[in-house]
């Protein structure tokens, strides 16, 4: 047959496509018929998109084992006998496959290194998990990714991280029940849900505007027996056990991290509690002595009025200025201290807008303090 396809086996025994269609193309001859080129489960390799009626078949045998087949549109001539193709195709594609599957392999390690990297150094949950949708899609080169979060009140999937044709073609949160899907079956049951046909499956919705995939996989985020998310992803081609084993470990990960966030949000809404009891306890001293102070003036605002009238009207004026300005603050700081809003789980952002607004309300607290303080002081008493 010649050294011209020799020449390929380098890059065919690394995983290199283009090599492998070189070859393919050389041991048909000059003019050959559309082919298509199948591995050993019938999926798509190289060639044609699909070949609905092939006229010949030609299969890829290496070491008595079947590694996939040749699959042509005419019956015509080719260069060499269907045996010596056969066999070639089959050493090829025994080293391609190989090569191809110790790629994945490295890549899979490569995502899971990379999630556990980004779990131990991101402190933003929604950064975290929108980079985490972005590494599932680019190493492992899946399509459509989602990664929604469980809201047990409702009981439905918040889908707000995506990645793959998803993040480009569907914008905002949508919101999916759990007795719906593949999504929410992976919440029902708690455990991983492999659809390898979904346009079989009566449980997969297609978003709309999106054309659908062949393949789902789905696989809860959990801690203990409690659901946290989904870590979903769909393709062209079947998923394996391997698929499922390493977005198994990433959704460990990012377990972990869901849970970490939330332990940081109770931890600043406990100092949060703490930061409102003690400006509570500052209010309820500083409101006492305000309250004394009136008391005082009040007290003293008849004898001002017979001693001179005019220094009684001033008296009352500044009574009158101090209960508006007191009523005033009174009414603005209760209302900072009142209820706040019950922060979602795993949106640690909100816990940290809360302290930054804990902050101003302390710096208006002292100014105000001191305005009233100002006010309400005996005459002749300067503060510092």
Excluded at 172 to 177: A, T, Y
Excluded at 230 to 235: D, G, I, T
Excluded at 263 to 269: G, K, N, P, S
Excluded at 375 to 383: K, V
Aim: contains cysteine.
């Amino acid at each position: 047959m010649g050294n011209g396809p020799l020449q390929h086996w380098a890059a065919i025994a690394a995983g290199d496509s283009e090599a492998l269609q070189q070859l393919v193309q050389t041991l048909l001859g000059p003019r050959h018929p559309a082919w298509i080129l199948l591995d050993a489960q019938s999926e798509r390799l190289l060639g044609e998109t699909r070949m609905a009626h092939p006229a010949r078949q030609i299969d890829a045998l290496f070491a008595g084992r079947l590694h996939g087949c040749l699959q042509l549109a005419e019956k015509t001539p080719l260069l060499h006998h269907d045996a010596a193709i056969g066999a070639h195709l089959g050493l090829a594609l025994s080293l391609f496959l190989e090569a191809r599957t110790q790629q994945l392999l490295n890549e899979r390690f490569r995502l899971i290194a990379q999630i556990g990297a980004l779990v131990a150094t991101e402190t933003d949950l929604d950064a975290l998990l929108a980079r985490a949708a972005d590494l599932v899609h680019e190493r492992l080169a899946y399509p459509n990714v989602d990664i929604p979060l469980y809201d047990a009140d409702r009981d439905e999937l918040v889908i707000r991280f995506r990645g793959g044709h998803y993040k480009a073609s569907i914008q905002g949160e949508d919101r999916l029940p759990t007795a719906q899907g593949i999504m929410g079956s992976a919440v029902r049951e708690r455990r991983t849900q492999r659809v390898n046909d979904i346009a079989n499956d009566p449980r997969y919705a297609c978003p709309p505007g999106v054309v659908p995939a062949r393949a789902e996989l789905a696989v809860p985020i959990m801690h203990g027996a409690e659901v946290l998310g989904v870590l979903n992803v769909e393709s062209e081609h079947p998923f394996d056990d391997s698929d499922a084993q390493s977005l198994e470990i990433v959704a460990e990960y990012l377990g972990a991290a869901i849970m970490t966030a939330r332990l940081q949000a109770q931890a600043r809404q406990a100092a949060v509690m703490s930061e409102r009891q003690r400006l509570a306890r500052e209010l309820h001293d500083n409101v006492t002595q305000l309250l004394s102070s009136i008391n005082l003036i009040a007290q003293s605002l008849s004898s001002a009025w017979q001693r001179n009238p005019e220094e009684g009207q001033r008296r009352t004026g500044r009574l009158q200025e101090l209960v508006g300005l007191s009523l005033v603050e009174m009414r603005a700081l209760l209302r900072e201290l009142g209820p706040t809003e019950r922060n979602t789980p795993g949106t640690p952002a909100q816990s940290d807008n809360l302290l930054a607004r804990e902050q101003l309300r302390r710096d208006g607290l002292a100014a105000t303090i001191e305005r009233l303080a100002r006010l309400s002081a005996p005459e002749g008493l300067q503060l510092r």
